[in-house]
Each structure stands twice: as structure tokens, then as C-alpha cells.
């Protein structure tokens, strides 16, 4: 880009709170990286923020929901203040304090996203009893409750919460005790005593709740939140008070927008995963702001609803995934309303999880500046459930994919050689002190100083200038060897193959190891139905098998082969996925990202017959262009 280019690009201004590091060497090959500021003072408790709100802001929304109807349909938002939800989180409080629960036996919430959940979520905060936000898919969608039953025996709850029978009851009678209280929002379990969500609510509060609040301190435990389960079963990360407020006061710090304002969300982003529950709740708690739940999602059955309320609510924030994000450019270049509304007060955008491909940050670009005369920056990082999750933040407006930035304060990043890369492991006041009830799993991510492994990989941005920062460089467990002993790098390769097919790939997944090549199995969007130029009703792999999409994807492959140093890095294959991840097998997150490792073992013969050419449809480079 030339310099005149760059200065003619205008951002909406925002401020960054960390741009210069500060970095030790360590001994062999290590290095240390710190921000080169300190950590402020921060609260003690989440309740302590929570309610100071209470107190300065009583009448200001806190949460809201549009009402949910009969049929399925939705109305207007039905609007939670803050002391609405301190009167109501009392009384559950109450409920909670009069049962005994604790640690031993804390609250299971086996519910999406809603206003039942946070209040809750808050009785449970108030009173010091822990609780775990439960994945809805392992009752809902999952054939065999496995993921949902380890849970469960992991948590020993003493209380469960589900919001209504129809959709949870049979979960409910497969693996929930015959001896945990079930409270129930809607409907009948038969056979089974229950509590319902109105007269646990009607519980009345004593001075015994403010009791059991002032017995909290830092090192309560505030939820359990499960990992993904991608390799093994789920591990509990135990999350506590001082964690979680730790890591709102760095956010604060690396993101001085959240100081501004109080910060509208409108969030789809579940709670039972860290960036939704810990990320942005929290930061909506921390910073007396204003959470609207999103019951849309960017899938095609769902994005409409995302889209109706971006029409309506105007973020200050807005926190996305790369699909979503693809969704809503599209979606905005057409569509004056969701435009403007969308693009009136937004300060930044976030997106975490899978890559974001260049072609769909330009067309964010592009509208932004045609409706406002100025681009938003998009925030990225890194995180993971053990930091809160909040650890890296990019320094500057000027972002590409992939990068990170710098540690946020208080946090000190090791930076480690491993197998040819460098892993990044994190120190700092928001790191988990573990995994609840297991202690192997615990003792096997921290090293010799105490620092967690995370397995992530990175780079320096401008090896010249360690301000600038790092940038991603894959999954180290992910990355694998050819036959030939050459290291395949996946996450670099799997972010160039999603640009290379952009708008119709929503992920690859890289295969080829122990093989004397690369390939690689895509999951496609929606918009390649759009390609395929046939009925909307056709099956996906009839699409995916019709004529334009094998000749689309043919250049692509092509297309790749020819821009290839190497083997490591020449996709010499490709396959175009209609079976969808699986949840169950833990091929694919709550938020929509694929597992790599999860779908290269559960398909491992499909794989195998792939890398020798005994799967139909197998797009190999062009031999003249390769």
C-alpha cells in the first residue's frame, strides 16, 4: 500500500490502552513480554460490581429479551433493570442459601441464552455458589447424553435448571439424578418432583443473603465452565471472583472504549463458552452496561433474527464470529436500515474464533465508508477459557488476519521454542488455578514457573519492532509432519485455503499426515447454493457435485498449488464436506468453529480413503497451472 493510500484511510476514532511492551530474555531461547504498564486496582468480587450499579444506575437496563410466544415467534423486548435483577437474584439467593448448596453440590444451568439464566447466574454470584453454564446442545441435540452425563458427574449439582420440559425432559430423565432438584420453567416432567421457575422466585429473602455475600472474597468460586472436550472429555475450569475481575479491569485497560460509555451489546455469544459468558457478560456486569440477547445466529435459519435486532438496538461494542461477520457485510450492502443503525454508535467490532478471511474485512471496509465516511476498527486477540478470557489485544487500527498485539497488564506472556515454533504461555492474576476435581489435568498445563501452556502459537509481527507484537501462527497439536519429515504449519495454511475460497467456505480442515501431501476437507456456506444455480430444496451434496461448483473449486485448488514454496504448504487436494460436524463428537464448538483434530479421528477412514484416491469428487491442481 502506498503512503498516500494509508493516510487517506479515516477510522472511527478509538483509543488503545497498551502500545509498547516491554521484553527479558530467559534461558534457552526463552523470552518474557509483558505490556509496559501495571495493573490498576480492581474489585474484589463481581457482586461488588453488580451492585454499585444497583445503586448508581437502579432504573438502567441491565438485560433484555424479546418475548418468546407460543408458536415460536417473537415479540418486543422485555427489559430487565438492574434493580429488578438484584430483587430477583435475592430471592434465588434465598433458595439457594435454604437448600445448602455449595461447591460440592453447585447449580447446573442447562439453558440457552435468557434472562431466567442470568437471574440465576446472579443469585448464585450473590450467595457464593458456584455455577456451571451447560452446553443446551448435549440435551438437545445429542443422541447420547455422554457429554452431558460426564458433566454432570463432574459437577455432582445439587440443583439443575432447564427452561422447559418439551425440550429437555428426556435429557433430564436420562442423566440428571433421581435426587437433584429439578426447577423448571415451562411444561411437565412426570414421574419426577420438580420446582417451578415461579415459586423459586417467590422465595423470600432475609439478611441472611447480605451474610453470605460478605463471606465471598476473591478466591470464591464463581462458575465451573467446560472446555470443549475436542480430544478428551470436558475439564471444569474453575473460574473465581478475583479472576474474573482481574481480567474485566485489564479489558478496561487494553480497551479504554469500555470506560467511555456504558457499553450496549447485542450477543448471541452462549454463555456456557467464555467469550459470551465471561467475556461479555462480564464486561456488561464490570462496566454498568446494557446485554440485549440475540436469539439469532449466523445460520441460515437464524441470521434474520440477528439481523432484525442490529436493525433495531444500536451496539457501542458489537462481538461477532467470522460467519456472522460475513453474514452481516453482506447482508448490510443491501439493507439501508441495518446500515445505519448498525453503524451509528458502534465504537469497534470483535471477532474471535476462526480466522476472519481479508476479502470479508474489505467489504466491511467498503460499506462503513460508504455509509459513514470512515472505517471501525475490528478487535482481535487471544484468549482461552483458563485466562477469563481475555490475555492479548491488538496496539493499533491497522489489522490484518492473524494478528494479536500485545499481553494485556498484569499478564506475562513465555514465549517458548517448541517443535520448530514458539508456544505461548500465559502468568498472570485471570489464569484458572485449575480443573476442578482433576488434578493430573491441572499439574499437566502448568510448567516448571508456573506458567500455563496453552499450545498456541505465534510469531512477531515485525520481528524489528516487538511493539507491534504477535501474530497467530496455528494450533501447535494441530500441526503434523509429511512422509518426508516436513512440518505441515495449519493454521497459517488453513487461513490462506478460507480467503482462497471466500464467500463459499466456512472452514478446512487440513489432512495429509504421514502422506507425501497436503489436503484439505472444506465445510461450505450457505452461498454455495448460490453457485450451484440449482433449487434451494437441493441436497447439499448434489450442490456440492453439480458442475459450477466443481469448476469454482477446481481454479481454487489450482489456484492454490500455484502459489506453493513447498510441500508443506501446496494444498494437493481437496474435498467438499455435505455431512455437517458433528457436536456430538465434538467436531464443532457452541460458536461454530471446527475442531481439527476431532474431525480428522472421527473420519479417519474417509481421510484415508481420500489421500488414496478412493473418494468420488477428489479436486487435484491442474498439472499445466500446478
Known sequence: MSTATATAVRYRPLRFGVTRGVLREGAGGVRYLRADQELQPYARRMTDRFLHWVEEAPDRTFMARRVRHADGSTGDWHKLTYREGHAAARSIGQALLDRGLGPDRPVAILCENSLEHALIALGCLLVGVPHTPVSPAYATISQDYDKLRHVLDTLTPGMVYIPDAARYGEAVRAVVPADVEVVLGAGQLEGRRTTSWADLLATVPTPAVEAATAKTGPDTITKFLFTSGSTKLPKAVVNTHGMWCANQQQMRQSMPVLTEEPPVLVDWLPWNHTFGGNHNVGLTIYNGGTLYIDDGKPTPALMAETLRNLREVAPTVYFNVPTGFEAIAHAMKADAVL???????????????????????DLLHEVQEGETGERIVMGTGLGMTESSPFAIFITSPEVKSGYLGLPTPGMELKLVPTEGKTEVRYKGPNVTPGYWRNADATAECFDEEG????????????????????????????????????????????????????????????????????????????????????????????????APVQQHFQKVVTQLASQATGSANRVARLHLMHEPPSIDKGEVTDKGSINQRSVLKHRDAMVQAFHDDRLAFTLKPLKENA
Open 451 to 546: 506458567f500455563f501452556c496453552t499450545g498456541d502459537a505465534v510469531l512477531w509481527i515485525d520481528e524489528q519492532d516487538p511493539h507491534k507484537g504477535l501474530k497467530f501462527d496455528g494450533r501447535i497439536a494441530e500441526d503434523f509432519k509429511l512422509a518426508t519429515g516436513t512440518f505441515v504449519s495449519v493454521g497459517p495454511l488453513r487461513a490462506k485455503i478460507i480467503a482462497a475460497g471466500a464467500p463459499y467456505v466456512q472452514d478446512a480442515v487440513i489432512t495429509g499426515l504421514n502422506r507425501n501431501e497436503v489436503g484439505a476437507l472444506l465445510f461450505p456456506t450457505p452461498a454455495v447454493r448460490k453457485l450451484a444455480g440449482l433449487p434451494e430444496n437441493a441436497p447439499l451434496q448434489e450442490v456440492l457435485e453439480s
Open 339 to 361: 446500515r445505519k443503525n448498525l453503524l451509528s454508535r458502534v465504537r469497534m467490532f470483535f471477532y474471535s474464533g476462526a480466522a476472519l478471511a481479508q476479502p470479508i474485512w
